[in-house]
């Protein structure tokens, strides 16, 4: 058999083998990206290894928490709705807690007796769902979805447990939405949870909000875009982004790992809005 090498020198001929290269440079150096619209999320399959975890034990006189995994937390709060010292915690240092119903309460994060976040924690009906609603100025609401993993109900405190984090629950109910546009220099900006401007050359550009420092962008195909994220200078996360035939749907398919060396995949199926 023929080399490939051969083949396209030979039997193609100059003129196509020169329109071939030439189709090839203006694909890798940088066509529209497919992603560009305003999409929101309509699906999502996550999943985090290990699983980010929640403990609430009843204390005399209060409740301990503990938070483990990506975000690490630990305060006892009285039951009382007085305020409470909580070191050691990132962004607050005192803690409220107010009983409003039994299926019901309002955790209040002060720093230096500044609001600085407001939990609202509710129950499902039968007790094994816990939702957090948290607050603070100048951010979108962010909720989280636990489900109860262990430890029988306290009747004195039905908040008590072992709850385990539902990252596709969660996802889906923060109603997640992202813009993608040309930036009029040959690349995209990119607005989400993160943000970014980017070219496709494979360089690391910066990103902002992210746990991530840069990502380098890749066009794979007319429908697909490669992303490659870094922190110190170390790969952290891949993400593909695959555009629908008709433009409408928008797929991403995530693998990541985290500074805590959680591992993250999630597949989110958006809709152009």
């Known amino acids: 058999m023929m080399p490939r090498r051969q083949y396209l020198s030979g039997d193609l001929g100059g003129p196509i083998r020169n329109l071939l290269l030439l189709a090839l440079f203006v694909f890798q150096s940088g066509g529209a990206d497919p992603r560009i619209g305003s999409w929101t999320l309509v699906s999502a399959q996550s999943s985090i290894d290990p699983a980010n975890r929640l403990s609430i034990t ?6 301990h928490v503990v938070m483990s995994g990506e975000t690490h937390l630990d305060f006892t709060a009285n039951t009382n709705g007085k305020q409470a010292p909580a070191p050691g915690n990132l962004g607050f240092n005192q803690i409220e807690l107010h009983r409003i119903s039994k299926k019901e309460a309002e955790v209040r994060e002060k720093k230096d007796g500044a609001l600085v976040a407001t939990v609202r924690e509710k129950l499902s009906n039968d007790g094994a769902v816990l939702t957090s609603t948290t607050t603070s100025a100048g ?6 979805v636990w489900t109860r993993t262990g430890a029988v109900k306290d ?15 969660t996802r889906m109910q923060q109603g997640a939405s992202l813009k993608i546009e040309a930036d009029g220099g040959g690349g995209v900006r990119f607005s989400g949870d993160y943000s970014y401007t980017a070219r496709f050359d494979g360089k690391p550009y910066d990103v ?3 746990r991530n420092d840069t990502v380098a ?3 794979a195909d007319a429908h697909t875009v490669d992303a490659t994220f870094q922190r110190d ?3 952290t996360q891949k993400d593909r982004w695959q555009v629908s035939a008709d433009g409408q749907q928008l797929t991403l398919s995530s693998t990541a790992t985290l500074e805590t060396g959680q591992h993250v995949t999630e597949k989110l199926v958006f809709k152009k809005r």
């Open 139 to 144: 951010h979108t609401p962010q909720i989280t």
């Open 58 to 63: 009843h204390v005399q006189n209060g409740t």
């Open 217 to 219: 962008l890749a066009l």
């Open 233 to 235: 200078n170390q790969i």
């Open 208 to 210: 902002k909000n992210s």
């Open 155 to 169: 009747p004195k405190d039905p908040f008590a447990g072992d709850w385990t984090q539902d990252m596709s629950k």
